[in-house]
């Protein structure tokens, strides 16, 4: 995977396929524990920045996470940070996907 930077843009060719992502302070978090829930999320990224919102999208019913989840940081590069550091590591027991 090659990847491009500028403009505030990253850019990532994967074989045949072109990925554009624009800089944001907001992250999508996958492959959640379905116990993790926002307190949890929050702590183990914020590490890496002021977070200003943490969502962990729940069943209406159970009330347990859904796997997924966003968070808002104050600025472009703690979420950048966040980004390369947590990406594919273990909280609760799952590797997560930013």
């Not at 492959?31 to 183990?44: C, H």
């Not at 979420?79 to 390369?84: F, G, M, T």
Request: hydrophobic content about 35%; some cysteine; aromatic content about 8%.
């Amino acid at each position: 995977m090659k990847g491009l930077n500028g403009g505030g843009f990253s850019i990532w060719r994967k074989s045949s396929i072109l990925w554009a992502r624009r800089s944001s302070t907001k992250l999508f978090v996958g492959g959640l524990s379905f116990d993790t829930n926002e307190p949890v999320l929050k702590d183990a990224l914020g590490k890496h920045g002021a977070i200003i919102e943490v969502k962990v999208i729940c069943d209406h019913v159970s009330g347990k996470s859904k796997g997924y989840g966003f968070l808002k940081f104050t600025s472009e590069t703690e979420a950048s940070s966040a980004l390369k550091e947590m990406d594919g590591q273990v909280l609760d027991g799952r590797q997560i996907r930013l």
